[in-house]
């Protein structure tokens, strides 16, 4: 009889194993070594507390409230919650108006001085006029994540109207298209994955931003959480908010490249 060769693994398998077996055994390899790193005692623990010290951490804040006034489940959905507010007010302002400073030439001097000279400016260095003009509740901290998220949004919406083929442009006004219906028809669905880009980037830029914005103009959400735990030297609760907001990115991140690929068959049937 002839020997049997092995089949070859199939490609879902090659995808899982990559896309989820190999990055879960790095992090369990990882938080192996940080385990027993502390139990050896080669890190202190009043440091760098042991994955299961956080692990308890973890199960304790998710119902108690000390010592920053919330439980886990509140803190992530204050962040969350003002993180998205400010993102979508950005995504709102900014896509339209960075598609028109594209498109329209008077739209684009009117505009651009301005926002170049606001552009270099980093959204923290905003946070202590914020402080004065509006407290360090959630207006303040929406106004902080919705400037760094728009940004982004009018830059790649710009860009992505300029890099719109100019053939394209020429036939549908060779065919008689007005101004509004070649913007409408050609450059905007033209700019797209440009437009797409640049959101997904507020999105990640809102984030980051937030947390830095709790930790200094804030009583709520993860990174008041973390403030706190500076405050009162519980390098437990640091770490534990340090590795929710990486969690939660993350997620965010795998979210948006789902949309994105989506939008990318999408345009491809068109």
């Known amino acids: 009889m002839a020997e049997k060769t092995k089949r070859p693994p199939s490609d879902g398998w090659k995808e899982l194993k990559y896309s989820l077996v190999l990055p879960l055994l790095t992090i369990a390899v990882f938080l192996g070594v940080w385990e027993l790193a502390s139990r050896l005692g080669l890190v202190s623990a ?12 973890f199960a304790e804040k998710l119902y108690q409230t000390e010592p920053d006034g919330a439980t886990l489940g509140q803190s992530i959905l204050s962040s969350l919650k003002t ?3 400010g993102f979508l007010l950005a995504v709102v302002v900014g896509v339209p108006l960075g598609l028109f400073m594209g498109f329209y030439e008077p739209v684009d001097r009117f505009v ?3 926002f170049e000279m606001i552009r270099p400016i980093p959204p923290i260095a905003f946070i202590p006029l914020t402080i004065v003009m509006l407290g360090i509740g959630f207006k303040a901290k929406m106004f902080i994540v919705c400037f760094a998220a728009f940004v982004p949004c009018v830059m790649n919406s710009y860009t992505g109207i300029k890099l719109t083929n100019p ?3 020429n036939v549908a006004r060779t ?3 007005s101004s509004w219906q070649i913007f409408t028809q050609v450059c905007v669905p033209s700019s797209l994955q440009m437009v797409f880009g640049g ?14 914005a709790e930790m200094l ?3 709520s959400g993860l990174g008041y959480m973390i403030q706190m735990g500076r405050m009162l030297a519980r390098p437990d609760l640091i770490i534990l908010g ?4 990486g969690v939660i990115g993350f997620l965010i991140s795998l979210v948006l490249a789902a949309l994105e690929r989506r939008m990318a068959a999408w345009r491809a049937l068109r």
């Open 112 to 114: 651009k001085p301005v």
């Open 175 to 177: 065919c008689g298209a």
């Open 199 to 212: 959101v997904r980037l507020a999105l990640s830029t809102s984030w980051v931003t937030l947390v830095a």
């Open 83 to 85: 993180s998205f507010s």
């Open 217 to 219: 103009a804030s009583s």
């Open 46 to 57: 009043s440091l760098l507390p042991a994955p299961s010290q956080l692990a308890r951490t």
């Open 242 to 245: 340090m590795l929710l907001i």
């Open 167 to 169: 053939v394209l442009v």
